[in-house]
């Protein structure tokens, strides 16, 4: 395969269109043994491309293709206790930690939030934290955090999802997959000058005697109370989570959570870039200039807290968990409630909320969305 560009400046986009498009995971019966793709690029107006941007390339092109394969395996095989397998692997492969908080520890250290959307399933939730420390390094130096919802399938608890929505929630777990893809791609690398922490926040929001009810009230790790309103809005529950932890434990100089949350995010900026919420106008143009150089397109939706902080309203807790009006910017709404448990980092730190529920996947498989921009980003962030 030739990939033929006018310059330097595409080179990775086209690059990394490939692994997109081999998709490593298949249960078809008449599906061929694997073929090597050769990759080249004839760049019209400039140098070649050096030996360090290829290596740089194939470590990227895989971590695209896990995340990719990692989207379209089924609940069966791709479960909690199996997504954190994985994350141990990814971990012994780089050479970073993994740190593991599960099941009913999860409820006794105060995560509601991920314990209440996940208690349900036969695979109880877990909150996965892998992280990377350049050498000479200080562990708790300011690091960048990336936190990412991982509902390995989303049936939408006792809100349920009607027979036609419910199909393809195996893949609502696509930012953690594209977070597990970053964090092994900047750790093989070893090209950051801070900690990075990836933090999956893994859950099956399943229907049982166990589940959540409407008008429950739960306490997230922040110490914020939330009433149910609708127990399919259960991706902001565990990014709560994972984003109050962050701030807690890992001395956050950057916030970047990533997710499938909307539907409303595909209305808003269309199927192919995803809707980011961010706090910081340095941040989130560093964020959309990173897509435009890697493919994983993103484009800024409207930050402004006090027109957001309404539609969760509540007569019995700090807030509800979906919205009072669906019509009042439900991407930053929805990023907003992930916000509110950032506690004084929200106007102090900086933090960028992607939600990517659309480019996350395209003719029904996983695209491995996010690996190559959180690379680009992170990249820049600690420089």
């Not at 400039?46 to 290829?54: F, Q, R």
């Not at 807690?248 to 100089?253: A, D, E, I, M, T």
């Not at 435009?292 to 807030?319: C, I, N, W």
């Amino acid at each position: 395969m030739v990939h033929v560009v006018p310059d330097l400046s595409r080179v990775q986009a086209a690059a990394l269109a490939t692994p997109r498009a081999f998709y490593a995971y298949t249960h078809k019966t008449s599906s061929k043994s694997a073929t090597a793709v050769t990759v080249a690029f004839s760049v019209l107006n400039g140098a070649p491309v050096d030996d360090a941007a290829l290596s740089r390339f194939a470590i990227l092109s895989s971590s695209i293709r896990m995340a990719g394969a990692l989207l379209d395996q089924p609940t069966s095989e791709l479960h909690t206790d199996s997504f954190v397998d994985v994350a141990a692997e990814v971990a012994k492969e780089t050479g970073g930690s993994l740190k593991v908080i599960k099941g009913t520890d999860l409820r006794d250290q105060g995560y509601g939030g991920l314990w209440g959307v996940g208690q349900a399933s036969v695979h109880l939730p877990a909150l996965a934290i892998l992280s990377y420390v350049p050498e000479g390094v200080a562990v708790d130096a300011p690091s960048i955090c990336m936190v990412g919802k991982g509902i390995v399938y989303d049936t939408g608890g006792l809100s349920i999802k009607s027979k036609d929505g419910m199909p393809g929630m195996k893949k609502d777990m696509g930012g953690a997959a594209g977070i597990l893809g970053a964090w092994r791609s900047l750790a093989l690398q070893g090209a950051l000058k801070q900690p990075l922490h990836a933090l999956l926040c893994l859950a099956e929001n399943s229907v049982s005697k166990e589940a959540q009810r409407p008008d429950d009230v739960v306490t997230l790790f922040s110490g914020k109370t939330v009433e149910l309103n609708n127990t399919d809005a259960e991706g902001r529950l565990v990014l709560g989570d994972g984003v109050a932890h962050s701030v807690k434990f890992l001395n956050p100089q950057y916030i970047i959570d990533m997710a499938t949350l909307t539907g409303a995010a595909g209305i808003a900026t269309g199927r192919n870039h995803s809707a980011i919420y961010c706090n910081d106008e340095q941040l989130e143009a560093t964020v959309v200039a990173a897509g435009k150089v890697t493919g994983d397109l993103a484009h800024p939706m409207p930050f402004a807290p006090e027109f957001y902080r309404q539609e969760f309203a509540s007569p019995v807790a700090d807030m509800k968990n979906s919205v009072k009006d669906r019509a009042n910017a439900q991407p930053s709404c929805a990023g907003q409630f992930i916000g509110n448990h950032l506690g004084e980092f929200l106007t102090e730190g900086k933090w960028c909320h992607i939600d990517m529920g659309y480019p996350a996947s395209a003719a029904a498989r996983g695209t491995g969305y996010g690996v190559a921009l959180l690379e680009e980003v992170a990249k820049a962030l600690s420089k």
